[in-house]
């Protein structure tokens, strides 16, 4: 049994139906031109029926306003009966009234009651009423009478006042209406084919192009074919076009480069393999002829030692660098001064030669990941060391010293030497994989993989200085722990200041 809102219900549920939009950027060019050019026309309907109910109307208070001129020659100032009824056959005025001087005068009075009418005021009319007013007749109950007021054009008077039935106005608007549908339609039709044809030929077909090649360079970015053809159009189109063949090229030669570095990489970590085996063996020679306690051999055995050593590091950098990417840090709290004394057992520093000094406690905390955070201080010793030790006036004496700072946050560990410094023409790439190099014979990879490592834990590795009294770089690391806290068995951190080593 499935309970209610559980995952098995959820996957039998069937997707929600969306609107069937047409897929393509042509049939939503269509669709979109009709609906526009459509509703154009819509927004024309409304002022041309209200201006052509306005003008009929007008000519129908002309036609009183005439009549009110013919009743001037009658001593009571009324039409006559045939006057009257050539009104109503042609104006269908069912009265006529004027207002001169305040005095509102029947020019041609009702044969007969009539409904209440409702009323056109043409002298003043604002454009919400005027464009509502043909809706208003349209939608008037059946034999319902219209009262039309406005400016006299032939005589003096204040106003024209004509009565009249509604329903030839009607009926007028009715067929107007369908007439101005047929020429807004026609016109818009031929005004939207216009309108898409251009769109399609100067917009939508260019961009269908430039889709198809993105696509045929996508599945074979070697067939010369899938390469755009450029327009040479001078607008958006052609930009597109050009910055599509640039970067297409730019892909192929990634690609090429790609190809080249894959089949290098994979020759290169096959002679690494074959190399470290071989150094392997020539070291456990080397460890025999120590054996042997002759002079000879011993007084060599050193630097053939050093030798196998750094073709060794090589051997290990290069295919540590050759990583595509570098794991995730799995950044925890870890005590610092440990981890800072097992580096500089490991690169080789020692009270009799390059020692280290620090005055960090052995409560200090970090966080990072702690055999990451050893090939960074591994690294950045070791290159003091070999620093100092390549000095020629020094002896293979000097020291490293190692604080702890918190700034904003982070924990910024600075170490110093007394080295020689940095060359200046190291000091440009002095962070970029096999330029970067200080000493002779080095790859530059040791400072390269240390920064991409601190970079990785959110931090950064910077050189602060450098010069004949030594070098300073800063390894940044985010977060800053506080220290473990101190056990009543500790007398103290007494022990802080001493060289380590």
């Known amino acids: 049994m499935v309970e209610p809102g559980s995952p098995s219900e959820d996957k039998t549920q069937k997707p929600r139906k969306r609107f069937p939009w047409p897929g393509g950027l042509s049939a939503r060019l269509l669709l979109f031109t009709a609906v526009v050019v459509n509703f154009g026309g819509l927004l024309i ?16 208070v002309r036609a009183g306003e005439l009549a009110s001129t013919i009743a001037e020659s009658d ?14 056959d042609q104006a269908g005025a069912v009265t006529v009234a004027v207002q001169v001087d305040g005095a509102r005068r029947l020019v041609l009075p009702p044969k007969q009651p009539f409904e209440t009418p409702y009323l056109v005021d043409l002298r003043r009319q604002n454009p919400g009423s ?11 109950p059946k034999g319902s009478m219209v009262r039309v007021m406005a400016e006299p054009r032939f ?16 009926a007028r608007l009715v067929a107007y209406f369908w007439q101005l549908a047929g020429v807004t339609i026609f016109v818009a039709t031929l005004a939207g084919v216009l309108v898409y044809a251009f769109l399609n030929i100067f917009l939508v077909r260019p961009m269908q192009r430039i ?12 067939d010369p074919a899938a390469r755009i053809v450029l327009s040479n ?31 290098l990489g994979e020759a290169v970590a096959k002679i690494n393999h074959d190399l470290r085996n071989m150094l392997t063996s020539a070291q456990m020679a080397s460890d025999r002829l120590a054996a042997l306690g002759d002079p000879k051999v011993a007084q060599a055995l050193p630097r053939l030692e050093r030798a196998l050593d750094r073709a060794i590091n090589l051997a290990s950098d290069v295919m540590a660098y050759g990583k595509s990417k570098e794991p995730e840090p799995v950044i925890r709290v870890i005590p610092l001064r440990p981890a800072l004394d097992m580096a500089a057992e490991d690169a080789g520093l020692s009270a009799q030669g390059v020692s280290l000094e620090t005055v960090i406690g052995p409560r200090e905390q970090v966080l990072a990941d702690p055999d990451q955070l050893h090939r960074i201080l591994t690294n950045l010793l070791r290159n003091a060391r070999e620093a100092i030790e390549g000095a020629p006036d020094r002896g293979g004496k000097g020291k490293v010293f190692v604080e702890l700072r918190r700034a904003d946050g982070s924990s910024v560990l600075r170490l110093s030497d007394d080295g020689p410094g940095v060359p200046e023409r190291a000091r440009a790439n002095l962070f970029q994989p096999f330029v970067g190099s ?12 240390a920064r991409e490592l601190a970079q990785g834990h959110g931090g950064d590795l910077a050189l602060v200085e450098t010069g004949p009294g030594g070098s300073v770089f800063d390894l940044t690391l985010s977060g800053a722990p506080d220290p473990l806290p101190e056990t009543p068995s500790e007398p103290g951190d007494r022990a802080a200041d001493a060289p380590a080593g």
């Open 130 to 140: 005027w464009l509502a007013a043909p809706f208003y007749t349209l939608t008037s």
């Open 438 to 449: 200080v000493r002779r014979g080095g790859t530059g990879l040791g400072l390269a993989i």
């Open 233 to 263: 159009r001078r607008d958006e189109i052609g930009r597109a076009e050009l910055e599509l063949d640039r970067m297409q090229a730019d892909l192929l030669a990634a690609l090429s480069s790609k190809a080249r570095l894959a089949a």
């Open 155 to 170: 005589r003096k008077a204040e106003f024209i006042e004509v009565v009249l039935p509604d329903a030839p106005l009607k």
């Open 75 to 88: 001593p009571e100032l009324r039409v006559s009966d045939a006057v009257a009824n050539q009104m109503f």
């Open 211 to 222: 889709t198809r090649a993105m696509e045929a360079f996508r599945s074979d970015p070697d």
């Open 45 to 60: 309907l409304p002022p041309a029926l209200a201006a052509y109910e306005e003008q009929w109307l007008l000519d129908r």
